[in-house]
């Protein structure tokens, strides 16, 4: 397996991003600025099913409802349209996916653990879980043996895309991608503005068949209008599912949860330790807060120093590797940040070989 290396024109090197090396199983478009899952042809489907009602509606139903009704209709229905395609694109960015634990870091949790065995020889596999205890409730905090770290609270290791995600909502295969931390405000205004338009074109479109009924028989206005009828008959279906996500992640942003905790937790009146107390702070906090930097720092350039790559385009992905892991060990910044709150351990990156254990609890 091969890594592709393209030359910088300024430093005269061959360099590589990486999302290249990215070791989970997502896709990447846009040079690394769009991330999604395999199931990419379910978001081209969705895309298409929004922009083709959208344009069937607008070429069919508005020239009959604009001038009979009003000209809002079809001004109304594009912003709704451009509001809920901007809204997409960026739900299928970072979801707020946790870096991988370094070699050096994996080697330095089983040598910890094995001197807590009673000096013992032999590979032992690290505990499973950790106890914090959060605004006076415990969690406890997974190790994912994946990733190989102990998992944040909210926390949860998506199968299908095979990485941890801080926060993590659920897997939208409509949307294509993980719904956490970093997507989640633009997914659920996604499915919020889709709701109004869904609901637009459904009683839109009923107005418009309604109107032609009264000129002509049923029948006839069925064989009239066959573009209402199939727009009547998409919006219909998806207005029941669209909606009633829209509700139930309401209800969820104003209890400060995730699909994920509700799941688990059930929707009675457990206490709920990452509350900020009340319905409006939590939603703000949700919708308004600080947008979180992405950790994988998927753009990010690897330099190939090896000249004798000069004639070839390409690197193994193992070598690439190594350079990542070691850029990852002495770099300081967002990804040093990451691992400092991830283990609750603070600690300079540069003197990794001097701190200890960096799953120490708190």
Not at 54 to 67: E, G, I, M, V
Not at 141 to 163: G, V
């Amino acid at each position: 397996m091969v890594t592709v290396c393209v030359m910088c024109w300024k430093t005269r090197k061959y360099v590589v991003r990486n999302w290249t090396i990215f070791p989970g199983r997502n896709r990447f478009c846009c040079d690394g600025r769009i991330i999604m899952a395999k199931d990419i042809y379910v978001f081209y489907f969705t895309l298409f099913l929004i922009i083709g009602t959208c344009a069937l509606f607008l070429y069919f139903d508005c020239r009959f409802l604009a001038p009979n009704i009003s000209y809002a209709i079809p001004v109304v229905t594009v912003i709704f349209t451009f509001f809920t395609v901007v809204n997409l694109f960026p739900a299928c960015s970072d979801p707020g996916i946790l870096p991988r634990a370094t070699h050096a870091e994996v080697a330095m949790l089983e040598r910890n653990h094995i001197t807590q065995q009673n000096n013992s020889t032999g590979y032992r596999p690290p505990a499973r879980t950790k106890e914090v205890t959060i605004n006076g409730a415990t969690v406890k905090l997974k190790y994912c043996f994946t990733c190989k770290l102990f998992r944040p609270p909210r926390t949860t290791h998506c199968s299908l895309c095979d990485n941890c995600v801080e926060n993590f909502d659920h897997h939208c295969p409509w949307v294509g991608n993980c719904v956490g931390k970093r997507n989640y405000r633009y997914f659920y205004l996604f499915i919020l503005s889709l709701s109004f338009l869904t609901c637009l074109i459904l009683g839109c479109s009923l107005t418009h068949v309604v109107m032609e009924t009264r000129k002509t028989s049923f029948l006839e206005t069925i064989q009239s209008t066959p573009a209402s009828i199939c727009v009547i008959v998409v919006a219909f279906f998806s207005m029941w599912s669209v909606v009633g996500l829209s509700a139930f992640h309401t209800y969820l942003l104003l209890r400060g949860r995730t699909t994920n905790e509700d799941i688990k937790l059930g929707g009675g009146d457990c206490s709920n330790p990452y509350s900020r107390g009340s319905c409006c702070s939590d939603a703000c906090n949700t919708l308004c807060g600080p947008f979180p930097p992405s950790l994988i720092q998927s753009r990010d350039i690897i330099q190939c120093v090896d000249s004798n790559i000069e004639d070839s385009r390409c690197v193994s992905e193992y070598s690439v590797s190594r350079l990542y892991i070691n850029d990852t060990l002495t770099r300081s910044g967002a990804i040093g940040d990451t691992y400092n709150y991830v283990q609750g351990h603070y600690f300079e990156p540069t003197d990794i070989s001097q701190t200890g254990d960096r799953h120490t609890e708190v």
